[in-house]
């Protein structure tokens, strides 16, 4: 069994890992954390847990996280940088769901959060867990920095398309939605029901911390810079990304053919048909990005659908299946739930 | 391996079921019928399914559903009772989702479901499928009438009052609160997005066809005549029962004792702690009732709360539970789903 | 022109005043106060005023408010009583869309409101803001104390059957359901999107602050004590309360006349026809209480259907209307609003 | 008093024009009609118009529409077209909400409707009902093509840009995003609230029928041939559209300057401080498009915010827009609603 250990589990992402790993048949969860809420039954906070996690909330003192073989950080931006070293230090593996080691570049990171990095060497070591580019380099890793919601659904969303060179790389845009649980469990008047429900909008157009990282992964793919334009919106989804990608195509290819080769071995890449649209619900609860790629009316635009469940394929399941590599486990274990649909 | 057909599964109580029986061990799908749809992928119609479901509806002709070993019957009402004698004399067990069996008396069956029953002798044998009453009849059972949504949220919480005896069964009322899947996946102006969001109505206040069903249970619980009035009202939640449950207490006893001594043994009856309100979220996809009881300042008045998901324990889930119990395999086989929250 | 302040704009009812307010013919908007936004332009915050309403915050030193005709308090409980003496001594009517003055017995609103009252002895004079009951008194008023949300749902429904003497006022039950923007526009997780949509649940069974204001009314009407219970719940709306009125009959009298000669002059009160069910959103945005009433099966439970805008008739709408009948205007001066649909 | 006939009410489009036009003080509605409800008020269908709205639905044949000044068609496509001929030779005015008269190339209209024209020499007359380009051309027009929801978002998104020349006109995007009543008020499965809610798709990126619209005023703006992709998302909302914009910037000059220049003078086009983001909500139920132009991170990227409500300002408030013109009254008659916030 592999003991596991969550800091932060007070959040959206910390009862999604509870919810995947309490079914999950060779994890023995041993301690989450929170100090504000120590000694409280967590089933108390999230009833759906109640008979399924028997865990109260413990102080990260007494939690011994040390004695865990991986330890998942489902914290604010700014926490796991501080716990990593001594945790690597003593053997224990980490998984960060925030975004302390996504961005290679530590002076951007800084810039784009607004603090110091405190370990900018781990930045260097950690693995960037999008296992569909970095599956042996997670294998062997000691420190997983686990992909943002956004980040996982734009970058799968253009992989090929920029792997295969066939689209004008300088004038890429996503326009990308989200669920409101993508704005985490904080008491803020702007994601009230009463705020958020009925309403659309966009919003961080002039700069969404995501755009550093995705631009990241797209400059890699693409082996050379790229122009890409970011805009993020909340729709009155609880649960849900979908990103609408935009490029000009710079080939004559088929691309249907080109997105299912590439994603032919992906467990949890699923292209769909010619002409199909992916809907969010089809992926709800489920760890899947389901893709389809368009040219509309024989012009030379390329649009690529690219749909998520911003809580598992974008954030707790990614790094459930990140656990399930690094242990060398089957890679869908406990992540075989179907979406919810209705 | 049981192998199981499913007939009429193009509705929400069909996709339910294969949802949760995709992830069954001991299941061998071998056939959904439509006649409308056969020939397409049961994944074409519900994408959630893609790379889980490989079958494709069949017309009832080509399903051989006399080789199978229990079929569901997913289906309107009036289709199971026209088939159901031919699969039982093959020995096939069968359990019907839609309501051809669940009313003892069928002329009060005839009078609110408005045609004539095509087999009453089937009714007298059939059991009524509520495992935390009837669980050793349904263990030797060759047909099982799977309680309706309403039903099973309302029994599971008058039950222990009535069977201890202590309120006036001359007065119950229940005030139920249905997602809008309880109507159906059929096309009806009614029931469109843009009339049931942001919108709270009561309906069938003269008459709902789950009255009789529910009067039947109570009266069977209290052993006498029972006067009850049922409101059902339609609330914006795509899943989800919550029904409140108002009595006049004829016996000051110990109420939270009573429910969590009666649901003691029960796997998917949960009794909140004294002063709860159960959220039907903590029961979105789960095969769970959840309740509390009140007794508010001290009033004569008991209040009960029961939420469950309509498609869970009070349809699909249920069913798989029944089959479960028919087949002796552990009680919560493919039903261990944690609740989906948020 | 009636010069009209506002105390406490940034919330829910401040909002809705102001959208009714921005087009009554006789009104001026003179001040709208809040310490902590003083400066910033009111449609910085509701960009629905954009155009509408040129007013900024200001700081209640600097509003001016003893030079208006009438101010309306959209406080916080406790507000009100604090500042309202000093405006009635100078000439001004105060309306106080809190509930400092809406409960009569000093001793019990201190009870549920947990704090020393600042002024009984305008409690003794405050007319409770209920035109159907207090029209009369309301026109000669200096300081109405308009009525919370739930109560004019309820009190409304029950005010024609105790009136009449036809129900046993021993068991009265009234289970409301409120829409999400009835909590305010304050930072809370429990109203949050991702908590409140897709989900619904009661709260405060064991007792409720509006349960002593509806009790009031409701031994008003009867002239006699009365048993009482009220559970509210939430219910994904942004808008709206449907209130479910249980009582048992205790005269056989034609209930559908009764309701609609009660009401049969009032201009905001609508007695749907035999056998409606009235949904909330035909009173979206509009200053309508619509109200059916139902004998099911002909037992002797009587069902009232009650609906409001919770921000309108039981909030804001209802103010506009008091202030209306206060300077003697035509009582649906700018509350002629159609609801909105869909 | 303008004599008005609505032709076909049962739709959302239908019961959005009789909730403004009920509170217009120069209108007297005439008739509506509705073959298969003839002789049902209006107000039983849609309980918001109670005591507001006193007619039945009548057929064509009864209704008289030759003896109104104006006639609203809002029909399914097709059928102004085979009526409107007959009006206008009796001196009727038309405003056709419907797309019969919206694109000037007929064959390009049928190979997109499907259909044939009936009257090819009235599309040529007719005057496309977009006040901010042709308000003086809809001021001595007899019909009125009223514009569609997406081109009405669209094009007064685009209109600023590609009448200065400052984008790159070969490469324009729009990612726009309807509530569900765009789709009218069907019966169909896939805009059940079952199935829209907590889900976002897209759909029609192989094309969609308000393309070619919108490229016919998009090439009218720029004088020029565009290439224009867009791609329809459907979005939890009951109305309301978010429009986001891309273009490639071609000059470097003042464009916030520019948009709100172009937008001076017109009271239902507001443009948005830079750096905002408009929100559906704010125009709920009112005549506006609200707009915000941002160039992100100083890159060549132009990005256009523009949001409607689709009923309104995308349907039944414009065409009443256009009546006001028609008839010479003030421009925002019957249009002055404050949207509903929350």
Known sequence: MIKVGIVGGTGYTGVELLRLLARHPQVELRAITSRKEAGMPVADMFPNLRGRVKLAFSTPEEAGLERCDVVFFATPNGVAMQQTRALLDTGVKVIDLAADFRIKDVAEWQKWYKMEHACPDLVAEAVYGLPEINRERIRGARLIANPGCYPTAVQLGFLPLLEAGVVDAGFLIADAKSGVSGAGRKAEVATLFAEAADNFKAYAVAGHRHWPEIRQGLESFAGKAVGFTFVPHLTPLIRGI???????????????????????????????????????????????????????????????????????????????????????LAEDTALADVGMLP
């Open 242 to 328: 979908h990103a609408t990608l935009y490029a000009k195509a710079s080939a004559d290819i088929d691309l249907q053919a080109l997105f299912e080769k590439r994603y032919a071995g992906e467990p949890f890449v699923d292209v769909l048909p010619a002409g199909a649209h992916p809907e969010t619900r089809s992926v709800r609860g489920a760890n899947v990005c389901r893709i389809a790629v368009h040219r509309p009316q024989g012009s030379d635009s390329v649009v690529v659908l690219s749909v998520i469940d911003n809580l598992v394929k974008g954030a707790a399941g990614q790094a459930v299946q990140n656990m399930n590599i690094l242990f060398e």
